[in-house]
C-alpha cells in the first residue's frame, strides 16, 4: 500500500516539479538572449525580451520605449561603451499570479566607457505568459517592492535578491 502511495505521489508530483525547473530552465535561456542583445547594444533585439505592458497601460507606447532605449544604446556606442561583465545567476523559484509565472534572475554587470567603469548587481524581473515556454524581462535596477506591484500585481513584498548601484560611475582599477 505504501508503495503504491509513493507512486502515486512520484506521478503527480513530478510532473509538476518537471514544469518548473522547464520554466526556469527557460527563462535563464530567454534571460542568456537578453544579455547578448544588450551586451551588443542592440534595442530592437532586446525588445524581443523586454516586457513593456505595465509601462504601456500607463500610457507609453512600445515603440517609444524601444526609440529611447536605442537613442541611448547610441549614446552609449558613440562613447566607445561595452560591457565587459554580465554575469547571470540561477532563476530564483518560479511563482504565479494572475495568470502568469514570474521569477527573478539576479545578475551582475559591468559597463566601461572609456576609463570609466560601472558595476551593476540587480536582477532581472521575469514574466511569462505562456506557462514558461518563452520569457520577457524587466530590468529590476531601479525596482522597489512598492513598484514591482506594477509588474508582478499582488506582490506580497517578500525578499528580493540582492542590489548594488554605484551612485556614479568609477573610474577603472577602483
Partial sequence: MRARLALLALVLVAPAARAADDAAANALRDARALVQCLRALDAQCA????????LEAQGASRADLIAAADELNRNLKSLGARYTRFDLEKPWTVFAGE???????PYTQTLEAGDRQATVTAYFIGVSADAGATWTFVDGVTTTADSIRQIIPGFAGGP????SVPPAASAAGG
Wanted: aromatic share 26%.
Fill in 160 to 163: 528580493l535578491p540582492p542590489k
Fill in 99 to 105: 495568470g502568469r509565472l514570474y521569477t527573478f534572475v
Fill in 47 to 54: 525588445a524581443r525580451y523586454t516586457y513593456t505592458q505595465f
